[in-house]
Nanobody
Framework: QVQLVESGGGLVQAGGSLRLSCAAS????????MGWFRQAPEKEREFVAA???????????YYAGSVKGRFIISRDNVKNTVALQMNSLKPEDTAVYYC????????????????WGQGTQVTVSS
């Protein structure tokens, strides 16, 4: 069982930056693939970024095309946290952002994540 709690959302002007953090409970945090998703009003929840282990005992990162080059996902397996650094924010990045944990490497699909946080609101003004 993993419990996830997001923080760091808020209101920012276009072009600004925010850093989201997700704190995870559970002693097996390092074994989980971690992802960030977002959901704007009246839209489906969509993939943003994921970080997961690879065959070389290292971490691989994955990004949606809309955020690649602007967002950076990272994790700290000692502190049991995963972060999303968001730069050059745009009004279309406005959404509730969710942290998720799952067993499938690099997944971009909501249904392949087992645990979810409650979400944190990010609002980007133009």
């Amino acid at each position: 069982q993993v419990q996830l709690v997001e923080s760091g959302g808020g209101l920012v002007q276009a072009g600004g930056s925010l850093r989201l953090s997700c704190a995870a409970s559970g002693r097996t945090f390092s074994s989980y693939a971690m992802g960030w998703f977002r959901q704007a009003p009246e839209k489906e929840r969509e993939f943003v970024a994921a970080i997961t282990w690879n065959d070389w005992k290292n971490w691989s990162t994955y990004y949606a095309g809309s955020v690649k080059g602007r967002f950076i996902i990272s994790r700290d397996n000692v502190k049991n946290t995963v972060a999303l650094q968001m730069n050059s924010l745009k009004p279309e990045d406005t959404a509730v952002y969710y942290c998720a944990a799952g067993q499938k490497r690099g997944s971009r699909y909501v249904e392949e994540y087992d645990y979810w946080g409650q979400g944190t609101q990010v609002t980007v003004s133009s």
